[in-house]
């Protein structure tokens, strides 16, 4: 089974790049040229700055906020296969956990701020010991994709 979101991830970018423009447009007219009367319904400039702001950066943060990570997962070969890399305003560099399916350990999830962030962290048998892997967060992924995934993984699963 392959998985990518990237589709998730495209419209998560594209509401950010098309929020970006009424924003700067609102900030242009009111202050730069002086085309905006104030109060318009009755806010004064310095409110509308202050609410429109305050969408903007709630659209640019959330997928920081919630951690969200473009993923890759595949499991077609000998390996497990997880790439990914976190999105937002803030990204993290390109990532990759390949285990073969043969040292493969299972996987346990957590539950993060306020149970919104769901994170997976992938072990491996090597010489007896069981190693951990850093979490990878699923926030991005559906609820159906996550449940493909756990299925998925389920099938190499030796702790169990």
Same mark, same amino acid.
């Given at each position: 089974?392959?998985?990518?979101? =990237?589709? !998730?991830? $495209? /419209? #998560? *970018?594209?509401?950010? &790049?098309?929020?970006?423009?009424? &924003?700067?447009? &609102?900030?242009?007219?009111?202050? $730069?040229?002086?085309? #905006?009367?104030?109060? $318009?319904?009755?806010? /004064?400039?310095?409110?509308?700055?202050?609410?429109?702001?305050?969408?903007?950066? =709630?659209?640019?943060?959330?997928? /920081?906020?919630? !951690?969200?990570?473009?993923?890759?997962? @595949?499991?077609?070969?000998? @390996?497990?296969?997880? *790439? &990914?890399? =976190?999105?937002?305003?803030?990204?993290?560099?390109?990532?990759?956990?390949?285990?073969? %399916?043969?040292?493969?350990?299972?996987?346990?999830?957590?539950?993060?701020?306020?149970?919104?962030?769901?994170?997976? #962290?992938?072990?491996?048998? *090597?010489?007896?010991?069981?190693? *951990?892997?850093?979490?990878? /967060?699923?926030?991005?992924?559906?609820?159906?994709?996550?449940?493909? $995934?756990?299925? =998925?993984?389920? %099938?190499?699963?030796? !702790?169990?």
């Amino acid at each position: 089974m392959t998985l990518d979101n =990237s589709r !998730k991830i $495209v /419209s #998560i *970018r594209l509401a950010l &790049f098309i929020a970006t423009f009424p &924003f700067l447009a &609102f900030l242009a007219l009111t202050y $730069v040229a002086r085309l #905006i009367n104030f109060p $318009v319904l009755g806010l /004064s400039e310095t409110a509308w700055v202050v609410i429109l702001s305050a969408v903007y950066f =709630s659209i640019a943060y959330f997928p /920081s906020f919630l !951690k969200y990570n473009y993923i890759y997962f @595949s499991d077609d070969g000998d @390996s497990v296969i997880f *790439r &990914f890399y =976190s999105t937002g305003i803030f990204k993290g560099a390109r990532q990759a956990i390949e285990i073969p %399916k043969r040292v493969f350990a299972g996987y346990t999830t957590e539950k993060k701020r306020l149970r919104l962030i769901q994170y997976i #962290i992938l072990l491996e048998e *090597r010489r007896g010991v069981i190693a *951990r892997y850093p979490p990878v /967060s699923l926030s991005a992924l559906s609820r159906k994709e996550k449940e493909r $995934v756990f299925r =998925s993984l389920a %099938k190499y699963n030796r !702790k169990a």
